[in-house]
């Protein structure tokens, strides 16, 4: 199911009774007014749909908490909730039960919560993209991350980017062993200190690099510039 430039309307409890629905996309208007796309809370009933394998929200006004059901559906690959109108949410810990998720984006919302550590643990992720809201940042609430040594369970990780949040324990060197990164992209909102470790010359696959609102201590390493693949940093 794919519904573009939603203009108003909620998702129904009856979504639950289409037991064959493997996609849901639907993606809003784009527009700031009071009203705009879709709204209300995403259904309990979305339990029901164990063969959903992606579901995209875009451009809605999503209120409540994110279901901790949506989490046990255990075909889902792709989660992406982007532009929520400023409307809070969280993440729950029974995210971990995902152990198929490849894709998380969320993009512009507000989680009232930190990201739960259990995200380190799905080792099927490719991409994590957290946008937090940098516009209403100060005035509401403060999104953070841990970035542990864990990471390095996320061995197939390839697109990593954490904007407008919080780095509760700064950068582990351990994300530079991460050898299928393409693309690392880190704004934080605390001037976490941080300094290159020798490992970042195993990101060979390197293509993007961008460290924004850093402390940077003990410079740049010639090893950074023998990525031969890295166009942008």
Excluded: C, W
Excluded at 20 to 38: E, H
Excluded at 45 to 65: P, Y
Excluded at 163 to 175: A, K, Q, V
Aim: zero cysteines.
């Amino acid at each position: 199911m794919v519904l573009e430039d939603v203009v108003s309307g909620e998702i129904p409890e009856s979504v639950g009774d289409l037991a064959k629905l493997s996609i849901i996309v639907i993606r809003g208007t784009g527009s700031r007014s009071a009203n705009y796309g879709l709204t209300g809370a995403i259904p309990e009933s979305i339990s029901q749909l164990t063969g959903l394998v992606e579901l995209e929200l875009s451009n809605v006004r999503l209120i409540g908490d994110i279901p901790s059901v949506l989490f046990t559906l255990p075909r889902l690959t792709r989660i992406i909730i982007r532009d929520n109108g400023y409307q809070p949410f969280s993440i729950s810990e029974p995210i971990s039960q995902l152990i198929n998720l490849a894709e998380l984006e969320l993009s512009n919302v507000e989680l009232t919560d930190s990201v739960p550590p259990a995200l380190i643990t799905l080792t099927h992720l490719t991409r994590i993209i957290i946008r937090g809201n940098s516009e209403y940042y100060q005035s509401y609430y403060s999104q953070s991350f841990s970035l542990t040594q864990s990471i390095t369970q996320l061995a197939n990780l390839a697109d990593l980017e954490l904007s407008s949040i919080d780095l509760t324990d700064g950068i582990p060197s351990e994300l530079f062993t991460l050898t299928h990164l393409t693309r690392v992209v880190i704004r934080t909102e605390d001037y976490s200190s941080f300094s290159f470790p020798a490992s970042i010359s195993q990101l060979t696959n390197l293509v993007e690099l961008e460290l924004a609102r850093l402390d940077l201590t003990g410079g740049i390493p010639s090893a950074l510039f023998d990525l031969t693949h890295l166009t942008r940093m």
